[in-house]
């Protein structure tokens, strides 16, 4: 079985740039999560949606970022413009369905973002 | 809300000796708790799960950890440490409807 893919693994942008990173879930999985994972701290949830519906973005700065998976399978996270504090690993993971009480999502190896 | 926090940021062993990652947690009702693994550059991995049916948890690699709702507490453990242990270990609260929120890791060291 595949796993989570994301693209590109590696992104150095100066500030003020755009990036957008590609997130591919596990196929069958409704449920896709971003996080961002800043050095030294836990990741944080940017947004979660079910299916092609967000279910939670409260924590996503949306003056500056955006994320969209329209047709219910893959998604784009983009950061437009970039902020030095932007620099992490952003974090993709799926879900077979949210409310079910697993809790286990499956992870992507990241996309790490420098910005200078 | 509901929360976990690591209480050791760096954790060093050596090898063959016992492993003890603490976590502690804060919850209005009974959580369901996780913790997940982070390789060097390797993706996140569910290392082991409590959703309120047997307190003490194993997990995959020898890992286990116990749920004491009196000390509100979730530590990890492992008899004997591995090389191969080195990694950072997170402690993770289910929210609500698949929401995770992860402590701010504890990083293991494995000395030879």
């Known amino acids: 079985e595949a796993g989570v893919a994301q693209s590109p693994r590696y992104k150095i942008i100066e500030k003020r740039q755009s990036v957008a990173f590609w997130c591919n879930p596990i196929?069958?999985?409704?449920?896709l999560y971003w996080y961002q994972q800043i050095l030294g701290q836990g990741p944080k949830l940017l947004i979660q949606?079910?299916?092609?519906?967000?279910?939670?973005d409260s924590q996503l700065p949306k003056d500056r970022f955006s994320a969209e998976r329209l047709k219910g399978v893959d998604s784009t996270l983009k950061i437009q413009p970039a902020k030095l504090e932007d620099s992490a690993v952003y974090l993709c993971?799926?879900?077979?369905?949210?409310?079910?009480?697993?809790?286990?999502?499956?992870f992507g190896e990241g996309s790490r973002l420098t910005v200078l | 809300a509901q929360s976990v926090t690591q209480l050791d940021s760096h954790v060093s062993v050596s090898e063959g000796t016992p492993v003890l990652l603490r976590c502690n947690y804060s919850?209005?009702?009974?959580?369901?708790l996780f913790w997940y693994v982070q390789h060097p550059n390797k993706g996140l991995q569910l290392l082991l799960k409590?959703?309120?049916?047997?307190?003490l948890v194993k997990g995959i690699n020898g890992f286990e950890a116990e749920f004491k709702k009196s000390e509100t507490s979730f530590h990890l453990t492992k008899p004997s440490a591995h090389m191969s242990d080195a990694a950072e270990y997170f402690c993770?609260?289910?929210?609500?409807?698949?929401?995770?929120?992860f402590g701010q890791g504890t990083i293991l060291t494995v000395h030879p």
């Open positions: 949606f079910q299916n092609n519906g967000v279910v939670d």
């Open positions: 993971a799926s879900s077979v369905i949210a409310g079910v009480n697993t809790g286990e999502l499956f």
């Open positions: 409590y959703t309120s049916a047997a307190t």
């Open positions: 196929s069958g999985h409704a449920t």
């Open positions: 919850s209005s009702y009974s959580p369901s």
């Open positions: 993770v609260v289910y929210s609500s409807y698949g929401k995770l929120t």
